[in-house]
């Protein structure tokens, strides 16, 4: 009974079209060319160095796309039982009309030149796009991003803040800025000035949302006027031999005032919580990065507190932290909890932490998942996967377990792949 219900439910989830509210991806280029865009793409790369193939050879300089792909997909042996490779091996029978259950060394050759002729097509991304039934996807725009070139409506702008955040220690932020707002930064005082025009400029582009992702150390605190004055001369004076403390200080400024005008322009502040980077700095270009499990949400008791009227879609870097949010979006009306990302991207823990917020969250403070993808040829696999496993959950917890129609766990599925991403964002109604 379970199996055909899952189906069944799964088929209906399946007909959904859907707005993906986080992507890397470059509204100016958003699908892959090659399969080099496709098998570079950190977690192949990554895998394929930890299982032993040197980082010389994947990011040998010089070598074609197709070179690249070829050493790559010779290798994949040790990683044929990972769900990244189950993602690949969807990718290309949805896709590209590959028709094998593996890609290797003997066929390999001919589905890259299948690829690279059907993504010549003028018409590719309109076809990636219907086939993975996507309607719009949110982007990761850089503070200083014109926002000019693309449908704002399909390509949603984010405004991403690490940059001004951590990083105004760096003269280049600093020149970045000024030339992104017209506004020299020198004081308490312009620093507001600058942020509110970078707002005024997303938001008049269609920007749905502002978003930071924070390391495990950061913990935002109010700081006085004063005390960000003096912080602040001592950065822009000094920049990166500055006092830690004072770099702290600008931090926490930086980001209240980031909060302050998502007050202010009803925007819900995206925290993506816990990267440790460059743990690994002998890894593979994005595969050096990890999460640290002595991160807590107490860290950002302060700011939930003090912006109640503010929405905070939180993503965990790790399935070790879901419990904690789960209780603080059972608890806190401005907690809501996002996806599931990175290391908890994996069947799994997307189960376990599904299952767990279906149990104790309200059903409205949940968005079900995000692709996270950099090409939009990724939409398709990690969705299918998510809905698979939300069918599942629903199938065997609501359905068997309590009674519920098969209606109403689709209608609790839809909400969650759709439903709560169009009233949290304010988009696509």
């Not at 890397?24 to 080099?36: C, E, Q, R, V």
């Not at 290797?104 to 993975?132: I, Q």
């Not at 005024?200 to 004055?229: M, N």
Request: glycine letters at 4%; charged letters at 25%; aromatic letters at 12%.
């Amino acid at each position: 009974m379970s199996i055909e219900l899952r189906k069944r439910l799964f088929d209906q989830l399946d007909q959904l079209v859907l707005i993906d509210p986080h992507t890397h991806i470059n509204a100016l280029d958003p699908s892959s060319h090659t399969l080099a865009d496709i098998l570079g793409y950190h977690y192949y790369t990554e895998l394929s160095h930890s299982a032993g193939m040197s980082k010389e050879r994947i990011e040998e300089e010089g070598i074609s796309g197709k070179e690249k792909v070829g050493r790559l997909i010779e290798n994949f042996g040790p990683i044929t039982n990972t769900i990244q490779y189950s993602w690949f091996i969807e990718m290309a029978q949805k896709l590209l009309d590959f028709d094998g259950d593996s890609v290797d060394a003997n066929n390999w050759e001919k589905l890259y030149d299948t690829a690279e002729a059907k993504m010549s097509a003028g018409n590719w991304t309109e076809t990636v796009f219907e086939k993975s039934r996507l309607e719009s996807v949110f982007l990761t725009n850089d503070f200083d991003d014109p926002l000019e070139g693309f449908d704002t409506s399909k390509y949603i702008p984010c405004l991403r803040t690490d940059d001004l955040v951590f990083h105004l220690t760096n003269p280049r932020t600093k020149v970045r800025l000024f030339e992104a707002t017209n506004t020299e930064i020198t004081n308490v005082a312009s620093a507001r000035i600058a942020i509110g025009k970078l707002f005024d400029h997303f938001t008049s582009k269609g920007a749905k949302a502002c978003a930071i992702s924070l390391p495990p150390c950061f913990a935002p605190v109010q700081v006085s006027d004063a005390r960000a004055e003096t912080a602040l001369a001592s950065v822009l004076s000094k920049g990166s031999s500055a006092d830690e403390a004072d770099q702290r200080a600008v931090s926490n400024f930086i980001f209240w005032t980031l909060a302050e005008n998502c007050r202010t322009f009803k925007l819900p502040f995206d925290l993506m919580i816990g990267v440790n980077r460059k743990v690994f700095p002998a890894g593979v270009y994005q595969g050096q990065d990890l999460y640290d499990s002595r991160v807590s949400l107490i860290q950002y008791k302060d700011l939930l507190n003090a912006f109640p009227d503010v929405t905070f879609p939180i993503s965990v870097l790790a399935s070790v932290t879901n419990q904690e949010l789960v209780s603080y979006s059972w608890i806190f009306p401005n907690v809501v909890a996002n996806g599931h990302w990175w290391y908890s991207n994996t069947p799994t823990y997307i189960q376990q932490d599904c299952a767990a917020r279906l149990e104790a969250i309200p059903r409205t403070k949940q968005i079900g998942y995000y692709s996270d993808m950099y090409k939009m040829e990724f939409a398709l696999p990690k969705f299918a996967m998510y809905k698979r496993i939300l069918a599942k959950v629903l199938a065997e917890n609501f359905v068997i377990d309590r009674n519920w129609s098969e209606e109403s766990a689709i209608e609790l599925g839809t909400q969650l792949l759709r439903g709560n991403v169009e009233t949290i964002f304010n988009v696509g109604k």
